[in-house]
């Protein structure tokens, strides 16, 4: 069983920057497609930033060069550097990983951005 704990969200003004961890229970070394996802109020959950196969990165067009994926395999940690965040980046960010057949997701950690 494999638990995913987010944190370091919180409320930022417009421009300003934010970086959440997500830390593993178990080792995230073997886990595929590590990410990071979004929802907010109203909206479907979609995907902010990911790892893929090889470890390349994949980020939505709305957060390129804005937002940066890491990880820290010995920490079983992955981050998400938030920069110049925007009124739409706001909701529940989640971290998701797939072990086997299996996807996990955190609980999620809100993030405001005021205007």
């Known amino acids: 069983q494999v638990q995913l704990v987010e944190s370091g969200g919180g409320l930022v003004q417009a421009g300003g920057s934010l970086r959440l961890s997500c830390a593993a229970s178990?080792?995230?070394?073997?886990?595929?497609?590590m990410g990071w996802y979004r929802q907010a109020p109203g909206k479907e959950r979609e995907l902010v930033a990911r790892f893929t196969t090889g470890d390349f990165t994949d980020y939505a067009d709305s957060v390129k060069g804005r937002f940066t994926i890491s990880r820290d395999n010995a920490k079983n940690t992955v981050y998400l550097q938030m920069n110049s965040l925007k009124p739409e980046d706001p909701g529940v960010y989640y971290c998701a990983g797939r072990l086997g057949s299996i996807n996990y997701w955190g609980q999620g950690t809100q993030v405001t951005v005021s205007s």
């Open positions: 178990g080792t995230i070394f073997s886990m595929n497609a």
